[in-house]
C-alpha cells in the first residue's frame, strides 16, 4: 500500500549498529527504477543520515516485486568509504 507511505514518511527498523543492536529511522525518499545486475527494479528509496560520527548513512532501495526486500542497500561514511549490494538474481526455493 504506496499511499500509506507517501515522500517524507518516517519508517523505524531494527538494525545492528556498530554499538549492538538500535533502531535506525528512515525516510521515504520516493519511487526509483534502477538498474541492477539482476536486471531493472521498479523501487521505493529510503534514506537514513547517520546519527553519529562513526556511523554510516544509509540507503535502501526496497522492491514491491521482490516482496518489498531491498534490491539495493548502500552504507555511505562521510570520509568517502561505502559498501553497495546490490541483486543479481533471484532462483524459486
Known sequence: ARQRYPVGTAL??????IYGPESWRF??????????????QATVKLTRAATRSDEPN???????????????IRLSQDNGDFIDQQWR?????
Open 12 to 17: 523505524t527498523f531494527p538494525a545492528m549498529g
Open 27 to 40: 525516510v521515504v525518499a520516493g519511487e526509483e527504477k534502477i538498474d541492477l545486475p539482476g536486471g531493472e
Open 58 to 72: 544509509a540507503e535502501l532501495w526496497l522492491a514491491p516485486a521482490l516482496g518489498w526486500l531491498p534490491a539495493r
Open 89 to 93: 538474481g533471484s532462483e524459486p526455493p
